[in-house]
């Protein structure tokens, strides 16, 4: 099915639609005369060669200092643009094998772990937010990519992505999520006593609290590592 976004704000149109779901999902583009979109550095994998194509600091100097020192996020983003008077292609996607979606905002709020987020319409602002000290023990940063305005964002994750509703406590391997509700509060323990923590392979989780949505994905990089390491000499 192909999908029309428009922007409330001006007179925007972006046609996509997602390919090869779910395990090599891409997504192909259409720009017509005075669209663009913007993308993650290297997220490109084909346009036409009459797209413009520009660089910038990705929501502001000092908002991309953190995501990138602190976050583990690109400094900078790519805008691809349509100066001509015919549409235009463009295909992108993530570096990792998996599923990708698209999630249209209404002035709400998103946040993303590092790596997840693709691209996005231009009215959508990307942020920082502070995730804990408890996100950079865990390896994730200090901060998190908040997303936020009105437009859709693209993300990824590696394998299959799905949406969970939740409200009070619900516990996630870290490595496994991907995007949340900026409401719910995230705190590292261990997943069960400390014996049985250290046995069970599971260690340290992500204990979410609070009313809202996170998405997860099927597979983690850590455990594709983690399942390689004794293969590779």
């Given at each position: 099915?192909?999908?029309?976004?428009?922007?409330?704000?001006?007179?925007?149109?972006?046609?996509?639609?997602?390919?090869?779901?779910?395990?090599?999902?891409?997504?192909?583009?259409?720009?017509?005369?005075g669209?663009?979109?913007?993308?993650e550095?290297?997220?490109m994998t084909?346009?036409d060669g009459?797209?413009s194509?520009?660089?910038?600091?990705?929501?502001?100097?000092?908002?991309?200092?953190?995501?990138?020192?602190?976050?583990?996020?690109?400094?900078?983003?790519?805008?691809?643009e349509?100066?001509?008077?015919?549409?235009?292609n463009?295909?992108?996607?993530?570096?990792?094998i998996?599923?990708?979606?698209?999630?249209?905002?209404?002035?709400?709020?998103?946040c993303?772990?590092?790596?997840a987020?693709i691209?996005?319409?231009?009215?959508?602002k990307?942020?920082?937010?502070?995730?804990?000290?408890?996100?950079?023990?865990?390896?994730?940063g200090?901060?998190?990519?908040?997303?936020?305005?009105?437009?859709?964002?693209?993300?990824g994750?590696y394998?299959?992505?799905?949406?969970?509703?939740?409200?009070?406590e619900f516990?996630?391997?870290?490595?496994?999520?991907?995007?949340?509700?900026?409401?719910?509060?995230?705190?590292i323990?261990?997943?069960?006593?400390?014996?049985?923590?250290?046995?069970?392979?599971?260690?340290?989780?992500n204990?979410?609290?609070?009313?809202?949505?996170?998405?997860?994905?099927?597979?983690?990089?850590?455990?594709?590592?983690?399942?390689?390491?004794?293969?590779?000499?």
């Open positions: 099915m192909w999908l029309y976004i428009r922007n409330y704000y001006c007179v925007l149109t972006v046609k996509y639609k997602i390919r090869y779901k779910p395990a090599f999902a891409a997504i192909f583009v259409t720009l017509y005369p669209d663009s979109i913007i993308a550095p290297g997220a084909s346009m009459r797209l194509m520009k660089t910038k600091l990705s929501g502001g100097f000092f908002s991309a200092l953190l995501r990138k020192f602190l976050g583990g996020e690109s400094l900078f983003v790519n805008v691809f349509n100066k001509t008077s015919q549409p235009l463009v295909t992108l996607t993530q570096s990792i998996g599923d990708i979606d698209c999630l249209e905002l209404t002035g709400n709020e998103i993303f772990q590092p790596g987020y691209a996005s319409s231009p009215k959508i990307l942020g920082v937010r502070w995730a804990g000290f408890a996100s950079w023990f865990m390896g994730e200090l901060f998190k990519l908040k997303v936020s305005g009105q437009g859709q964002v693209f993300f994750a394998g299959g992505l799905s949406k969970q509703d939740i409200a009070g516990i996630v391997d870290n490595s496994h999520l991907v995007a949340y509700s900026p409401n719910i509060k995230m705190s323990g261990l997943s069960g006593g400390l014996i049985s923590s250290l046995t069970s392979g599971e260690g340290f989780v204990r979410l609290k609070g009313n809202g949505v996170i998405y997860l994905q099927s597979r983690s990089i850590e455990g594709l590592v983690q399942f390689l390491k004794p293969k590779v000499r």
